[in-house]
């Protein structure tokens, strides 16, 4: 029989909705229950696209002996991450705090009163490898329950006063000066990876918003090293095998150093990000590369991560299954020599296998490869290696697909409109631009309440119960603004107005300081607040972004102070962590450098509005802040940038103001070019 997870919205919740284990989800009652029948809970925290989450269901929770010593024992709670990051959050931080590392599945024990005392990520059924066994784990616990309760409650106890007194404060922190931020690229520099790209070792990482620094860092002070970091990484993951070669789009992270094999999930976060990015380094060099995997990286998120309503579907499984049947990780995406050369017969197949880099011997398990751009140097037959990949696509599309999480997140549905509406601009492509159009319209018509509060989640067009974290009003306002800055339509600046007005009152402290969780939202044991990226960009720091950015179209002094107020904490950690706070960085260099405030007015027909448009749109400056529209139209009423701001003699003209003052308005698109440091 489905068990209490039946009816809920999540994709990864209902994945366990069959498991013989009676699942909770996160609710008062479950810990109401655990009261009663003074047990204590386990937690159960993934998300749906998690290899090892689908692992250690398989071999605990749909065991019917695991599953029986879980209800006689314990209160099951089943959290998927993605929708509840605030409850992820300040456990995540209780377990790496105890034992130094993190992940997930996450397997935490709560006393009913939700205070954690035992901790673990996955564990296997029997003792493997130095871990004890889950069925160990749970019967340990037990004995240590109902034998010696009070060491568990002082343990509780403990661990909860410690997490209390993490609270982060910015009082009279100013934002980073230059100094700091040459003390963060020189902090990056030591970590580079001069070899492989990309900064430390295995796992490795694609890092978006330390790139976005670095693209940033480089326009404002000319740093040759900053750019050369950037190229490296991005051609070095646009190479590897953590680029699909074949569909377009990045997994999550490469296992190794050198970006050969990826864990092969696919996040729309990742993937946004990532876009956004190489779009920029195609902005700032006029890189080749970079154009095709910025247009590649977006037709896949439209292509394969767009849901019928219009948003953006959270992931792509990493497994799926292979032709014996069997659910394995990266079984859609590896190649044999075999299977090169019966989809494309003997010569090239054995093109194939150089210009990819599948061997006999294999690059990932069982002798399959995943597919590289390994040699840089040789001349190849473009049209033949159309072809291939074209064959091979097709080949591929016959497959069994990983499974897709269709959960629709408010914050990384943000990102992606920032992405494709900038992608879109700069290349030329109305279609992904509308694209993004269509998911701010759902956000706005789904997601968002007459009070812009924000939804978390959405499932099928339908909002979830949970509400929206800082995250998700940082980046939808992200979102919005870039759209706006796209599109020339100022309602877009108004809805992020109302999402930022939320964030000054719900979210902030009387220092400026920000918290990921509303005023109002669920106690938890402690309310969680991280300044630090993880995969995404921190809440904190995007709301800087965004902030500042509202301010410069608006005018906005409140709002102003409050980015400057956020932007103490990137003073603090900036060149102490500048990997963990990449993006706050990349938000310093804006506020130093600008903001540069591009007003452009004019028919929206007349090509010579869209010329200095298009101009405006591809400055590099970090502090660029573009608003479009024509004199005494809706738009310029509501975006004040572009109010009282003439045509020159019947023409099209744009304004550049920087630091409260105006330079002469323009109305010949070079010399707009050479005021914002457009690419020639």
Request: charged share 25%; glycine share 10%.
């Amino acid at each position: 029989m489905p068990n209490r997870l039946a009816h809920e919205t999540s994709p990864y919740l209902l994945q366990h909705a069959d498991n013989p284990v009676d699942w909770w989800p996160w609710s008062p009652e479950a810990f109401e229950e655990a009261r009663r029948r003074d047990v204590p809970v386990l937690l159960s925290v993934g998300y749906a696209s998690c290899h090892w989450c689908h692992v250690m269901a398989h071999e605990s929770f749909e065991d019917a002996a695991t599953a029986a010593y879980l209800d006689e024992h314990f209160v099951s709670v089943k959290v998927d991450r993605e929708e509840r990051p605030d409850v992820d959050a300040v456990y995540m931080e209780a377990v790496q705090a105890a034992t130094g590392q993190g992940g997930w599945p996450m397997t935490v024990f709560l006393t009913p009163d939700a205070e954690p005392f035992y901790f673990g990520t996955y564990f296997p059924p029997a003792p493997r490898h130095g871990m004890p066994g889950f069925r160990q784990v749970l019967e340990g616990v037990t004995a240590a329950w109902t034998g010696r309760r009070e060491e568990v409650g002082e343990v509780a106890g403990r661990i909860v006063r410690d997490l209390s007194e993490r609270s982060l404060t910015t009082a009279g922190e100013r934002p980073p000066g230059a100094e700091e931020l040459h003390l963060a690229l020189m902090a990056l520099t030591r970590d580079f990876d001069a070899v492989r790209g990309g900064f430390g070792g295995a796992p490795k990482f694609p890092p978006p918003m330390v790139l976005e620094f670095l693209l940033r860092h480089h326009e404002r002070t000319g740093s040759a090293a900053a750019l050369d970091m950037v190229t490296a990484t991005c051609e070095a993951m646009a190479r590897g095998g953590i680029h699909d070669q074949l569909g377009g789009g990045f997994a999550r992270y490469a296992v190794d150093s050198g970006w050969v094999v990826p864990h092969f999930e696919k996040m729309l976060y990742d993937n946004a990000l990532l876009c956004r990015v190489y779009a920029h380094l195609w902005r700032a060099t006029g890189s080749g590369l970079a154009r095709r995997v910025a247009l590649e990286t977006a037709d896949f998120l439209v292509r394969e991560m767009r849901t019928e309503q219009g948003g953006f579907a959270s992931a792509l499984d990493a497994d799926s299954e292979d032709a014996g049947g069997r659910h394995t990780e990266g079984a859609y995406y590896v190649w044999t020599p075999g299977e090169l050369r019966e989809v494309l017969g003997e010569a090239d197949a054995a093109l194939a296998a150089h210009y990819f880099g599948v061997t006999e011997e294999g690059t990932f398990e069982e002798g399959a490869s995943v597919l590289q751009l390994p040699d840089t140097d040789g001349l190849v037959d473009a049209e033949r290696v159309a072809s291939i990949r074209e064959r091979l696509a097709a080949a591929r599309d016959r497959r069994a697909r990983p499974g897709r999480d269709d959960k629709v997140v408010a914050a990384w549905n943000g990102l992606a409109i920032a992405a494709l509406a900038e992608t879109g601009a700069y290349f030329e492509r109305p279609d992904l631009v509308q694209a993004a159009t269509d998911a701010a319209d759902l956000l706005v018509r789904v997601h968002m309440d007459w009070n812009a509060r924000l939804f978390r989640t959405s499932l099928d067009g339908v909002a979830g119960a949970h509400a929206g974290v800082l995250e998700d009003y940082a980046d939808v306002a992200e979102g919005f603004l870039a759209l706006s800055a796209v599109t020339g339509e100022g309602v877009w600046v108004d809805f992020a107005g109302l999402l930022l007005d939320t964030v000054l009152i719900r979210f902030r402290d009387a220092d400026g300081a920000l918290f990921d969780t509303a005023d109002d939202a669920e106690t938890l044991i402690r309310r969680p607040q991280d300044p630090t990226d993880s995969a995404a960009p921190s809440g904190w720091t995007a709301a800087a972004g965004a902030l500042l950015t509202y301010a410069a179209l608006t005018g906005s002094v409140p709002h102003r102070e409050a980015a400057e107020r956020a932007l103490g904490v990137v003073r603090m950690l900036g060149p102490k962590a500048p990997r963990f706070i990449g993006w706050g960085l990349a938000v310093a260099e804006a506020f130093l450098d600008g903001p540069h405030e591009v007003a452009v007015v004019g028919p929206s027909d007349d090509p010579a509005t869209r010329a200095l448009h298009r101009v405006a749109l591809l400055s590099p400056r970090p502090g660029a802040a573009v608003a479009l529209g024509e004199p005494a139209s809706a738009t310029a009423a509501e975006v004040p940038l572009l109010a009282d701001r003439p045509l020159i003699e019947g023409r099209p003209a744009a304004y550049v103001c920087r630091n409260f003052a105006c330079e002469r308005p323009t109305d010949d698109p070079r010399v707009l070019a050479e005021k914002l440091g457009v690419r020639g």
